[in-house]
Antibody, heavy 120, light 107 residues
C-alpha cells in the first residue's frame, strides 16, 4: 500500500527556516516524482515544485524559487522541503504528493499534510 | 503560466441532482487535466485523470470530459458524501496550476 507520511506541525518565527519531511512507502521511491503543494487556510491549492529522487532533479514554480528547497534521501525513502525567510504568507498546510508518471499522469497519493504557522 | 478558470466557485444542489463544474484553460492543454476532491478537513484526492478517466475506487456517478481548453466534471445523482471542494489541475506544463475550486453544498 502506497503511503506518504509527513512530519508534524511546525511553529516558527518570521525570518526563520523550517524543514519538513515526507516518508514514502509501498512503492519504488526513486522511480516517481514527488511534488509539493501549498494550501493556505480556506484557500486553494498551489503547486510549489517537484523532485525526482532517482537523480535529485528538481523543478520549481518560479514563485517559490528562493523560498523552497527540495531534497531527497533515497536510503530513507524520504523527501524534504525546506522553507526559508518565513513570513505570515508561508502559514499554510503543505502536502507532498506522488506523481504517477506512466499511468494516470496525476498526483495519485497525498500525504496528510504538514501545518506551518509563522508567528512572532 | 497556464491559467485555470473554474466555475462556479460555489454551488448548492439537492440530493439526487446532476451538477456540472467547468474548467477553462488559458491555452491548449490537450487532455492533461485532472480533477481532485477535497472533503472538509481532509486531504485532496484524485478523482479523474487525463480529462475523462476515473481513478481507482471513484464511483461511476463522477465523469469528466473535454479537451483543449474546455473541461467539465459532472456528478450525477448527488450523494451526501459528495460535499467537498473540487479542483481542476493542468499537467500540460510547469508550473502546474489549479483552478480556484468549486465548493459544493447540499441544499
Amino acid at each position: 500500500e502506497v503511503q506518504l507520511q509527513q512530519s508534524g506541525t511546525l511553529l516558527a518565527r518570521p525570518g526563520a527556516s523550517v524543514k519538513m519531511s515526507c516518508k514514502a512507502s509501498g512503492y519504488s521511491f526513486t522511480s516517481y516524482w514527488m511534488h509539493w503543494v501549498k494550501q493556505r487556510p480556506g484557500q486553494g491549492l498551489e503547486w510549489i515544485g517537484a523532485i525526482y529522487p532517482g537523480n535529485s532533479d528538481t523543478s520549481y514554480n518560479q514563485k517559490f524559487k528562493g523560498k523552497a528547497k527540495l531534497t531527497a534521501v533515497t536510503s530513507a525513502s524520504t523527501a524534504y522541503m525546506e522553507l526559508s525567510s518565513l513570513t505570515n504568507e508561508d502559514s499554510a498546510v503543505y502536502y507532498c504528493t506522488r506523481w504517477d508518471y506512466g499511468s494516470s499522469y496525476a498526483m495519485d497519493y497525498w500525504g496528510q499534510g504538514t501545518s506551518v504557522t509563522v508567528s512572532s | 503560466d497556464i491559467q485555470m478558470n473554474q466555475s462556479p466557485s460555489s454551488l448548492s444542489a439537492s440530493l439526487g441532482d446532476t451538477i456540472t463544474i467547468t474548467c477553462h484553460a488559458s491555452q491548449n492543454i490537450n487532455v492533461w487535466l485532472n480533477w481532485y476532491q477535497q472533503k472538509p478537513g481532509n486531504i485532496p484526492k484524485l478523482l479523474i485523470y487525463k480529462a475523462s478517466n476515473l481513478h481507482t475506487g471513484v464511483p461511476s456517478r463522477f465523469s469528466g470530459s473535454g479537451s483543449g481548453t474546455g473541461f467539465t466534471l459532472t456528478i450525477s445523482s448527488l450523494q451526501p458524501e459528495d460535499i467537498a471542494t473540487y479542483y481542476c489541475q493542468q499537467g500540460q506544463s510547469y508550473p502546474w496550476t489549479f483552478g480556484g475550486g468549486t465548493k459544493l453544498e447540499i441544499k
